[in-house]
């Protein structure tokens, strides 16, 4: 396993997975890129709180769960084709958001690997 981290989360990936930085966002993939997870933190500053980011990426049908030790929010969507999977998890100054993404055609094909991943993620500055 090879750790990946940053200033607000770590997270452990098996080694036929892959990490890449997009902008903001950490796209990681498996060999086959069936599936993507991507992780963003979007974080507070003068104009922004950490209350009105959560109003603004926490849908309405999203339901409580513990995702990394920590209380998340999560919730399903199938856009333009894929299917999504998201989580918020609140970080000290904003949050982070989690997409695991694949086709519908092939739903649930990766949520064993991807969750047994999730179950690694360190949230860093939670306080």
């Known amino acids: 396993m090879d750790t990946l981290e940053t200033d607000h989360?770590?997270?452990d990936l098996p080694p036929e997975w892959?990490?890449?930085q997009d902008d903001e966002t950490i796209v990681i993939s498996d060999e086959s890129e069936v599936s993507t997870l991507e992780l963003t933190p979007i974080l507070t500053d003068d104009s922004v709180s950490k209350?009105?980011?959560l109003a603004d990426?926490?849908?309405a049908n999203a339901i409580k769960t513990v995702l990394a030790e920590q209380s998340a929010f999560y919730h399903e969507l199938n856009e333009d084709g894929v299917f999504w999977r998201e989580w918020v998890c609140e970080l000290a100054h904003g949050v982070l958001l989690i997409s695991h993404g694949m086709d519908e055609d092939n739903k649930g094909m990766?949520?064993?690997v991807v969750d047994e991943i999730l179950s690694t993620?360190?949230?860093l500055n939670t306080d």
């Open 57 to 59: 990426v926490i849908p």
């Open 9 to 11: 989360w770590c997270i």
């Open 51 to 53: 209350d009105a980011i």
């Open 121 to 123: 993620l360190q949230l």
């Open 110 to 112: 990766d949520d064993a």
């Open 18 to 20: 892959f990490a890449e």
